[in-house]
């Protein structure tokens, strides 16, 4: 199981330890770095920060969203960066949700999401492929486009530039059952959004038809410290934003993936409390185990007991946010 630095996402700005964390991580050996988009900072600027501080670690976009981009210009995102860092990249994508798709980019959400998202993943495959001319007849991404609302004087264009790598790696943040069997055939890997190493069978049938060499890299929050409580508090704070405040009552993926990871009565609570503005409360509602088993948080001795469990499943990479230098240090000590 390779280790991997997920830095997320800016709050109000630049966070000063990103690029200390990103060196200290390849310094230790680790595999890649990867970094997010929300509706603030953007994943590939900051990615191509540290790609210029950094020779050897792997730079992947967990994840770049969908919506935020055509897939042309994800791919022309992709190509480019993986020219500057000598083939470094690994495109991870995501769809997100109603809420962000249509309240921060303005647009309509796909009515057939796994279908958008077979359109864009094939798109950029053609533009990576650089056999000919893009041409889809696709709903959702036509290449050239032929709505009644356009000129009809679109013709298909092949990218001026070669890629580095027609292979470039791609992987999909997928949460429901059909779009992580659909990643399964269409993707090079799958980042899910909550991994626990014991629940495993949550994910079985949709992972039974993935190819040899398919990666699954889970995020997962790691602090070497001696009060679990205080430890889980960060991953608990995560949690009840994304389950109560990461979509709309009646749709939401995050909330809807807890529920099925067997914490259903308390993740409709999480998010009542949140909807209802009492964010606190839905944070201190947040289980402690459901928080611990999707983190490594502790003493090194649990966190090494701990590891051994992620290590005996499906997992290829595991990325890990962690707080600190030392933290990064243990994890690959206890990893190698």
């Not at 890997?189 to 190819?211: K, M, N």
């Amino acid at each position: 199981m390779r280790l991997g630095l997920a830095l997320g996402y800016w709050g109000r700005g630049p966070d000063p330890r990103h690029l200390e964390l990103a060196r200290a991580a390849e310094r230790l050996g680790y595999d890649s770095v990867w970094t997010a988009e929300a509706w603030g900072s953007d994943a590939f600027t900051a990615l191509t920060w540290i790609a210029a501080h950094t020779t050897r670690i792997r730079l992947g976009t967990g994840i770049a969203q969908m919506a935020a981009r055509t897939p042309t210009a994800t791919a022309m995102h992709a190509l480019t960066l993986d020219h500057l860092s000598g083939g470094r990249v690994l495109l991870g994508l995501g769809l997100s949700g109603p809420q962000v798709v249509e309240g921060w980019y303005g647009r309509p959400f796909p009515r057939s999401p796994l279908t958008a998202t077979r359109e864009y993943v094939d798109v950029i495959r053609q533009v990576l492929r650089r056999e000919g001319p893009v041409e889809s007849d696709g709903a959702f991404h036509p290449h050239p486009y032929r709505g009644a609302d356009g000129t009809g004087l679109g013709k298909p264009l092949k990218p001026i530039t070669h890629p580095l790598r027609p292979g470039l790696p791609l992987l999909l943040g997928a949460e429901g059952p059909k779009n992580i069997a659909q990643t399964t055939r269409i993707a090079d890997g799958w980042l899910p959004l909550y991994w626990s190493p014991g629940r495993t069978d949550v994910y079985q049938a949709s992972l039974s038809e993935a190819p040899d060499g398919f990666l699954i890299a889970p995020m997962a929050r790691a602090v070497v410290c001696d009060d679990i409580a205080e430890g889980l508090l960060p991953v608990k704070a995560m949690l009840g934003f994304y389950i109560g405040g990461m979509g709309h009552a009646a749709r939401n993926f995050h909330a809807d993936l807890m529920a099925r990871m067997g914490f259903e009565e308390e993740a409709r609570r999480v998010q009542q409390l949140f909807l209802e503005g009492r964010r606190q409360e839905a944070v201190q509602a947040v289980p402690d185990a459901f928080a611990d088993e999707i983190s490594l948080v502790g003493p090194r001795e649990r966190i090494a007991e701990r590891l051994e469990l992620w290590r005996s499943g499906p997992v290829t990479d595991l990325l890990v946010t962690a707080p600190d230098p030392d933290t990064l240090r243990v994890l690959a000590e206890l990893n190698s």
